[in-house]
Every structure is written in structure tokens, then in C-alpha cells.
């Protein structure tokens, strides 16, 4: 059965524009320094009628009482009792049990469900979950196979989630004023709280693309750069665990949701299964909700011999990117050729692949500080079939082992 | 088929917050001479009841109503051809009577038609539940359903959580008739039921909440089927969750997701859902164990009373085997003691076993008794009064509550506060820089351990501990204090078994020094059209940049400024072929200027 070490413990993330921000946040490594969003949980169920019970040690080493909520998971238990919102002098303070300071408890929890969940802070939410205090739990079907056809799915065989790769967006804010008064132990009034960051897997764009566990951003491991091959269905698990709502959407081809806060959208009788999913352009990814979608490329099939563009291209100089001499762009519009570039322009792209956004459609939150480009965006490549190496956008069966 | 008559006062009336807060609301009585209630009176009806509702107005606003989702045309009204309602209206000291059938069942709202940007936000809203005709009798087959038969909506309990916000300065300028700009709209109240938690877990019609009767705790048996009927009358938009629950969506905007046989059951499971303004939701789940389970805003920002958490929109299912049938027994036996670093600590015996929670409510002298907390959990025999005054008077009594309503009172207790040790007195606090505060006290403790200092930044803040001394200390320097900040600070004495009150208070203004000059400016590119300049990155005590430019021997001009989060300028306004000098300096408002960074030359290309 999995078992999860946690610490609650403070840190410090970047962002693009040179900041430096203190966070709370959970790491998984003892004498480790928060991380953001919190370690990826990952299980796989067991195969019926055995139970997957899961169970997270979490060990608090901030200077206040923190504690776990498990929305979405079943028979939540601490030290083996049902856990319980928890008083101090007559007034809430935690939605669930939670640990004090120096201290360890126990939770468990039976992963009943399929799907994308979050975890989350229930002990003063309004601070510790802004302050960082969230991650997101990965479960898989009893039958997952991920070599197998038709076994690797969302939610297990036979649901219509058959994918070939997935990425983990998990969305939040930040308002600098309250990380900055927490790390001063000065109080701070949720009435001004005014985001200034928007943070897609505890990255600001450009900092999204750059790959996973790069040197200069220790407590920021996750890239949100999506990479996938034409055809390809590839499983986008949105999760939102900041306080506001955010419209999301990828260009290109829209997405067919298949699963929210973990529940297969399908309906089951002895004799008929209805399919609830539903192909959506953008999805308002809500406060504490989870989002799966398919997200499946198809283009237009246009290449330079038989099926030509059939505009005229713009010239290059219009093309181009930016002052500083740097693009994603190939240089041709078809997909796998590299083209002509300005003189003086370099260009980082590999083998002729595309790129274009997945955003939030609140155009603000694209920002840093309110400087373009910035906060809630990523970049969707499209690599030419057979150019993408195996390993982007497949995470593990397992987190955390048995 | 029944003919359902509501008439509906509109009037003046005053809400009450948990923090103390009253405020000012129009909303809508069910009796002449009533108090007006938040939300308005619930009108419950069955499909094909004819609903007629007769608006009179004591406002000095014109009033209507509206009633989105029914089979309803209203009448749009001019005046000198100014649009002014949705629907027909009344005069101040006017009546007008809407009528109409119930068509389909659902959770509905009713809202001003006049004015509704104010109208609504100041409390002229209510809910419609209409009931398919045959929820009430055993044999029929809509018996306790929501939508009917095959709508999956069958329930043991239903419970409407109407869901709305409060601006406290915007229902006093409304009230008082001042003007208000609706784009300084910020609510910092947030209320189910009009309530905002945890006023939102007492029983209904307390008598401390005259104009807010409803109370939004659901209390039911393990294995039930619960039907949570969200309705948002408010203008933002709420991501509600029931904590450690997954509901099944059977209604979205009173349309069931699963209408009936033949056709396709298109409910779906959430845990938390966002409603938007306007919406409904209609949420069934079974109740699992016995316990608390906490049904919320995961706004959590929307967790607070004025800042201040917990409150806000939160209220709670308790999932218990027997509903109370009585309201609980008083609480007996109170004493009260004198813990002067915690306060008084209160004590009493809990003889129900059926309470929810308690008010403690106190006096001083001859003041009538104001309530000084809501303790919202079960069981309690104690609570601590941490904001106490040395030498004072004060009385103490306390009542239980349940959902059939308060118990009697306990016994009073009285006691009076004094010097457990002598505290330190005459505290004074000096500004010696920008960066350091004095203080020194007068030691008038025997057998203290020593001292806790406390400091806070403005007069509405809590105090924080920032330091504890030997008690042979009278003086502390803080150097963590920031430029131009006005600090206040409180000092205690304490030994091995008590503590003292605190000394008095004093406050000082530290002195604002000027910004640090800007540092390595340099330029990081350059062409004949665009000039981008960088220089070292420090925002502490800087509000923004200035960046200043000249050619050749004219003078330097300020050319622009970014705000002290940027490192980055753009010079766009460049020529080819053209020499170029820069230079910055910061600018705070509580400093002033800082010197120059260094200058650069730039040469643009042709
Ligand atoms: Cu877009």
C-alpha cells in the first residue's frame, strides 16, 4: 500500500522577472524545502476486492497548526478515526485534524476513484493554500498498463480515456503582499488580496516551458510544457488550486472532457452506458476543481508539394519574434520543415515542429506583474510523427511505490 | 391547484455580522410592522399553484420584481424614456400585485427589477422553491422529489442555501442616500442564507437576528439522501464545496439532469462546482458517518468576516442518529477566573446532550450584556476572554443552542480584573533611525521571568510577540522595524505560574530615509530604432525608476519610469546614428529621490 512522507516546511520559488517569493509548501524530502505545487501523489489502484488504502505521514514544520484535506477520496481517516473539523476556543480553525507544530499525523485514505484530485491545506485556508500549501493526486485504474493497447487510460479500460501521453497543469495564484507578510509575521487582510502571479505547475511563463528539474528553480520541479505528435490523444488533467477561476483553453484543436474532480463522466446502468464527455474550447478551471480532457491534434494536412497553403504567407520579417534575435518559429508554416530565417534571427526549434498557446483566456493573468508575457501560459509543440522521444509527457504508474 | 398569496413589505432594516458589524439593508417583510428579512420571505408552491405576490413599497426607490426561470412576461417600464425597471413597479408608499402559475418545479429567485445593481446587493432578493404537486403525499410517485419521478432527485431532507454577498460601505452610502460608484464594489461580507458564518449555524429565528431568520445547518441521520439546493443571488461567483463529499449534480438552473424516463441521465458527480451569479445547482448526496462536514465557499478569501477568518459562506452538515427534539438544557455551575496573560478564563458544566455550540455574552457595571463569542462546537465547557482591562468589572453568562433553538441561561459569574504582578509601566518608545526603536519601561513586577514585547503596525492589527527579555530588563532596541512605518508596542511581565496585564501602550514613527541609488545600469541592446537598458535589481524602499536621457550637451529629460518591480527599460524613441547618455534613480514616496546610478554613452547604429 502507498505511504507518503510529507513535510510542511517554507521556501522560496522564482519567477521570470527576477523575483524571489517565500511560499509554504510540502515537500516528500526529509530536510527538503517546499515545493510548488507539493509532490505529485501518483497511485494505482489495486485490483478489486482488494482496497487501495493510502496513507500520507505529514510532519509539520511551520510555526502554526497545518493539516491535509482529501476532497474527492474516500473513508478519510487520521490515526485510524474519521477526521473532523478542529476548534480552538470555541472557533474553527481547520477543516480537518490537523498537526501541530513539530508533530506528525497519520492520515489514510481509500482511492476508490479514478482520476485527478487535489490535496490541499484545511488549516487557515485563506493563508496556507495561496501561501502554497497544495500538490495533486494522480489516480490510476486497477488495469492500467501503460505498454499495453487499451489499457492505458484515464479510467480504465473501456472508459473512452485511452491515451498515449499526459501533462499535469496544476493552476494557482499569487498575491506578493501576503507571501511577504507571512515571511515578516506581519498579519495581512484577505480583503486586499490582489494576485500578481498566475502559476501553472508553481512556474510564471516563459519559466512554464523550460523542462523539468531545471538547476535554477529547485522548488519549482515541474515544466508545463505540453509536446505531443499529430494523432497523438494526449491526457490534460487541469487542476485549480487557487481561489479564482481560470478560463483555460489550448489552440489548435479543443479538448473532449472526460472526467471532473475525479468522476468518469459517464453514467452506467445494467444495460446502457452514457457518455457524458464533451469537447470544450475553453474550461473555466474552477476553485478546487479538477478537469480531465483529451486533447488530440489533427491539423490541417498541409504540405508543400501536394496541398499548399492557400493564403499568402506573410513576409519574414512579420514572422519574426521579439527584438532579441530568438524564435521558436522553423521558418516554414508546413509541419517538419525548417525554412529561411531573418539574418541575425535563431531559431531554437528542432525539427520543424509547431508551437502555439495554451492559456488562460483571462488575458491579465498572462502576465507577470502585468508584463506580457507571463503568468497562466504554456506552449503546446506539435513534432512532426516520429520526431518526439518516448519519454516526454509520460509520468509514472506510481509516485511513491508500495 | 392553490392560489398562493404573499404580500411582501419593502422596507428599511439592519443586518448583524459575527464581528460586531451592523449594517443597514432593504429587504423584504412578510407582515406589515415586521422587520424585513435577508434573503425575503421563501415562497413555496406546487407546479400549478398560482403564485401572486403583491409588492408594497416603503422605500423611497422605486421597487419591482422580477422572477427569472417562470413562465412569466414582464413589463419593461419608461419613464420620459428612461428605462428604469425590468418589470412594473411601485411608487414609494405604492403596492402592485404580480401574478402567475407555477409551471415547473425548481429553486428560483425573485429580485428587484428596479435599479437591481443596488437594489440587489442592498437585500431585495428572495427564493421560490416550487414542488412537483405530489411531493407531499406517500403514494405518489413524485413523492419527495425535487423534479419528479425518474429525476433522480429523490430525498429525506432538502435544504435551499441561498448564496449572496455584502459590501459594508456600499449598503451605508445606498442607505444614507450618499452617492456610491459601482465599480468600488468590494464585498467583505459573505452570507448564506444572509448569515455569514458562523452566525450561519445557528438555528433559525434566533432572537439576536431579527431580520436574518434562516439559519443554513442541515442536520440528518447517517445513509440519508441529502438535497443541497444551491441558489446564488449574489454577484460574484462561488466555488462551492462540500468538504469530504461527492455530490451527484441533478439540476442545473431547476432543469433536472436526468428528465425523466427515456430520457438519458446526464447528472454527473462534483465535490466542489462553480456557480456562477444567477445559477442553481441541485446537489444529492447519501449522508455518510456521524460527524461534521463543512459545505463552503473554496474561495477561501470568502472564509472571512471583514479579513477576519473563519466566517463568511460556510455553514454545515452534522450527520448525527437523532435530531434534537427540544432545545438543550442550560449550562450550569459558571465560574470565572482571572488569568490576567489569557484573560478570564470562564468555566461551566455542559448538563445537554444535544447542544451544538454556545454564546458567551458579557457585561461591564450596569451595560447590558453583549455577546462576546460564538463557540460552534459541541461538548465545550470553557472558554478564555483574552480581551480584558486591569481593575474592571466583569459579568459572564452563557446559553447553549441546537436547531430547535437556545436553552435558558446559565448562572452569571462576576469578576473583577487587577494586578496579578504588577506590570511595567510607563513604556516609551523612541525612533533612533529609520531602522531602530527604543524602549524602555519601569519595573514595578516581583519574581518576574521576564518580558514579552509585542508590536503591531497599525491600530486595527493584531499584536504580534517580538521578543522576550530577562526579567531584570527595562529597556529593548528592535532593529527590525522598516523606514516611515508608525509602530505601536505593549509590554508584559511573566514568572513561572502567571502573567501580567499588559503595560500601557505607546506608538512611534520611524523617520523614511531616501531609496539606494540604482546600480550597473547598462545597456543590453541596441539598433537604430530601440535602445533596452538594464540595471541591478533591489525594490526595498523603492516605489518606482525614473529614466532620464540627453544627446549631445542638452540637458537630461525624464523620458519614463517603471514601477520597482522592472529592471528593464525600452527606448523606442531613439534615432540612428545618434549618441545617447542615461541615467536612473529611484523614487519612493515616503523617501523621496535617490542619487544617480551611474551614466552610459549608448551609440545607435545608422
Ligand atoms: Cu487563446
Redesign the pocket.
Known amino acids: 500500500m502507498p505511504t507518503i512522507d510529507l513535510w510542511a516546511v517554507d521556501g522560496y520559488i522564482s519567477t521570470p522577472d527576477g523575483k524571489s517569493i517565500y511560499i509554504w509548501g510540502f515537500t516528500d524530502k526529509a530536510g527538503g524545502s517546499a515545493q510548488l505545487p507539493g509532490p505529485t501523489i501518483i497511485i494505482k489502484r489495486q485490483d478489486p476486492p482488494a482496497r487501495t488504502m493510502v496513507t500520507v505521514n505529514l510532519t509539520n514544520s511551520l510555526p502554526e497548526p497545518v493539516s491535509i484535506l482529501f476532497p474527492g477520496q474516500s473513508e478519510v481517516r487520521v490515526n485510524g478515526n474519521p477526521v473532523q473539523p478542529q476548534y480552538q476556543n470555541g472557533s474553527l480553525i481547520s477543516l480537518t485534524n490537523h498537526c501541530l507544530p513539530g508533530e506528525t499525523i497519520t492520515y489514510t485514505f481509500y482511492a476508490e476513484n479514478s482520476g485527478t484530485f487535489l490535496y490541499e491545506s484545511g488549516t487557515n485556508p485563506h493563508k496556507q493554500v495561496p501561501m502554497g500549501l497544495y500538490g495533486a493526486i494522480i489516480v490510476r485504474p486497477q488495469d492500467y498498463m501503460p505498454d499495453h493497447t487499451g489499457y492505458k487510460t484515464a479510467y480504465g479500460t473501456g472508459t473512452g480515456t485511452e491515451f498515449d501521453r499526459e501533462y499535469l497543469l496544476v493552476v494557482g495564484e499569487i498575491d506578493p503582499d501576503l507571501h511577504q507578510a507571512v515571511e515578516l509575521g506581519k498579519p495581512y487582510d484577505t480583503r486586499v488580496y490582489k494576485p500578481r502571479y498566475w502559476t501553472m505547475n508553481g512556474r510564471c511563463a516563459n519559466d512554464t516551458m523550460l523542462p523539468d528539474n531545471v538547476d535554477h528553480l529547485p522548488n519549482q520541479p515541474h515544466g508545463a510544457m505540453i509536446m505531443l505528435e499529430p494523432g497523438e490523444k494526449v491526457l490534460i488533467r487541469y487542476a485549480g488550486a487557487g481561489v479564482e477561476n481560470h478560463p483555460l483553453?489550448p489552440?489548435g484543436n479543443h479538448t473532449r472532457l472526460v472526467g471532473m474532480d475525479g468522476r468518469l463522466l459517464q453514467n452506467r446502468t445494467l444495460s446502457n452506458t452514457t457518455d457524458l464527455s464533451y469537447k470544450r474550447f475553453t474550461v473555466l478551471t474552477g476553485a478546487g476543481q479538477t478537469y480531465d480532457q483529451i486533447y488530440t491534434w489533427t491539423g490541417l494536412g498541409f504540405e508543400p508539394v501536394t496541398n499548399q497553403i492557400p493564403t499568402v504567407i506573410p513576409n519574414l520579417r512579420n514572422m519574426a519574434i521579439g527584438h532579441t534575435g530568438m524564435t521558436m518559429w522553423s521558418g516554414s508554416p508546413y509541419l517538419g520543415v525548417k525554412g529561411e530565417l531573418p539574418s541575425g534571427m535563431v531559431s531554437y526549434n528542432e525539427v520543424g515542429e509547431y508551437h502555439f498557446?495554451l492559456?488562460s483566456?483571462a488575458e491579465p493573468e498572462i502576465t507577470n506583474w502585468g508584463a506580457f508575457p507571463g503568468g497562466l501560459m504554456t506552449m503546446i509543440a506539435v513534432y512532426p510523427n516520429g520526431t518526439l522521444e518516448r519519454h516526454h509527457g509520460m509520468l509514472p504508474v506510481e509516485s511513491h511505490g508500495l | 391547484m392553490a392560489v398562493i398569496t404573499k404580500d411582501l413589505w419593502a422596507k428599511k432594516g439592519i443586518i448583524a455580522f459575527p464581528d460586531g458589524v451592523e449594517v443597514p439593508f432593504w429587504g423584504f417583510a412578510a407582515a406589515a410592522g415586521g422587520n424585513p428579512q435577508l434573503p425575503g420571505p421563501v415562497i413555496i408552491a406546487r407546479v400549478g399553484d398560482v403564485i401572486k405576490i403583491t409588492l408594497r413599497n416603503e422605500l423611497s426607490d422605486f421597487v419591482s420584481l422580477i422572477f427569472p426561470g417562470q413562465d412569466y412576461i414582464p413589463t419593461p417600464v419608461k419613464e420620459n424614456g428612461v428605462f428604469t425597471s425590468y418589470n412594473t413597479h411601485a411608487s414609494p408608499g405604492g403596492v402592485v400585485t404580480y401574478t402567475f402559475t407555477a409551471t415547473r418545479p425548481g429553486v428560483f429567485l425573485y429580485e428587484s427589477g428596479a435599479s437591481p445593481e443596488r437594489q440587489v446587493p442592498m437585500g431585495l432578493y428572495g427564493a421560490m422553491v416550487i414542488y412537483p404537486p405530489g411531493v407531499d403525499h406517500p403514494s405518489d410517485p413524485d413523492y419527495h422529489t425535487a423534479y419528479g419521478n425518474n429525476t433522480a432527485s429523490l430525498y429525506d431532507v432538502d435544504k435551499v442555501l441561498i448564496l449572496s454577498e455584502v459590501d459594508s460601505g456600499f449598503n451605508l452610502a445606498v442607505d444614507s442616500g450618499s452617492s456610491f460608484n459601482m465599480l468600488d464594489f468590494e464585498p467583505d461580507y459573505w452570507l448564506i442564507n444572509g448569515r455569514s458564518y458562523p452566525f450561519t449555524v445557528l438555528p433559525d429565528d434566533v432572537d439576536i437576528l431579527v431580520s436574518q431568520p434562516l439559519g443554513s445547518k442541515v442536520n440528518a441521520a447517517p445513509g440519508k439522501r441529502i438535497l443541497i439546493r444551491c441558489l446564488n443571488a449574489g454577484s460574484q461567483n462561488h466555488s462551492f464545496r462540500l468538504e469530504g463529499i461527492t455530490a451527484r449534480v441533478v439540476a442545473v438552473d431547476s432543469w433536472p439532469l436526468a428528465a425523466g424516463t427515456g430520457s438519458i441521465d446526464a447528472t454527473y458527480l462534483k465535490n466542489t462546482i462553480t456557480i456562477a451569479s444567477g445559477e442553481s445547482y441541485d446537489l444529492l448526496f447519501i449522508s455518510g458517518p456521524e460527524g461534521q462536514y463543512y459545505l463552503h465557499d473554496r474561495d477561501h478569501h470568502h472564509l472571512c468576516n471583514a479579513g477576519q477568518y473563519p466566517g463568511g459562506m460556510a455553514t454545515r452538515l452534522d450527520v448525527m442518529q437523532a435530531d434534537p427534539v427540544d432545545v438543550p438544557v442550560s449550562p450550569s455551575q459558571l465560574a470565572c477566573s482571572v488569568i490576567c496573560r489569557n484573560g478570564i478564563r470562564l468555566n461551566w458544566r455542559d448538563r445537554a446532550i444535544n447542544e451544538e455550540g454556545c454564546v458567551v455574552e458579557r457585561k461591564t457595571g450596569v451595560e447590558d450584556f453583549e455577546i462576546l463569542a460564538f463557540l460552534t462546537a459541541p461538548g465545550l465547557t470553557e472558554y478564555t476572554d483574552r480581551n480584558v482591562l486591569p481593575n474592571t468589572s466583569y459579568t459572564y453568562r452563557v446559553r447553549a443552542y441546537n436547531s430547535k433553538g437556545f436553552s435558558g441561561y446559565s448562572n452569571r459569574c462576576s469578576v473583577t480584573t487587577h494586578d496579578l504582578i504588577a506590570g511595567p509601566a510607563n513604556l516609551a518608545c523612541i525612533a533612533v533611525t529609520a531602522n531602530q526603536i527604543d524602549l524602555a519601561w519601569t519595573n514595578n513586577a516581583y519574581n518576574a521571568n521576564g518580558y514579552i514585547i509585542e508590536r503591531r503596525t497599525a491600530e486595527t492589527e493584531r499584536y504580534l510577540v517580538i521578543a522576550e527579555v530577562d526579567g531584570d530588563m527595562t529597556a529593548y532596541s528592535d532593529d527590525t522595524v522598516e523606514a516611515n512605518t508608525r509602530y505601536y508596542y505593549r509590554v508584559q511581565a511573566y514568572n513561572s505560574t502567571e502573567s501580567s496585564c499588559y503595560s500601557n501602550e505607546c506608538g512611534v514613527t520611524t523617520p523614511a530615509i531616501p531609496p539606494g541609488a540604482p546600480e550597473h545600469l547598462q545597456s543590453v541592446y541596441i539598433s537604430s530604432d530601440l535602445v533596452i537598458l538594464k540595471w541591478d535589481f533591489n525594490y526595498t524602499n523603492k516605489d518606482e525608476f525614473i529614466i532620464e536621457r540627453k544627446s549631445g550637451a542638452a540637458e537630461y529629460n525624464e523620458i519614463g519610469s517603471v514601477d520597482k518591480y522592472n529592471f528593464y527599460y525600452f527606448d523606442f524613441q531613439v534615432a540612428g546614428n545618434t549618441i545617447y547618455y542615461y541615467r536612473v534613480r529611484a523614487y519612493s514616496k515616503t523617501g523621496g529621490y535617490s542619487g544617480y546610478s551611474n551614466e552610459i554613452m549608448v551609440n545607435t547604429p545608422a
Do not use: G, N, S
Open positions: 483553453h489552440h498557446m492559456h483566456h
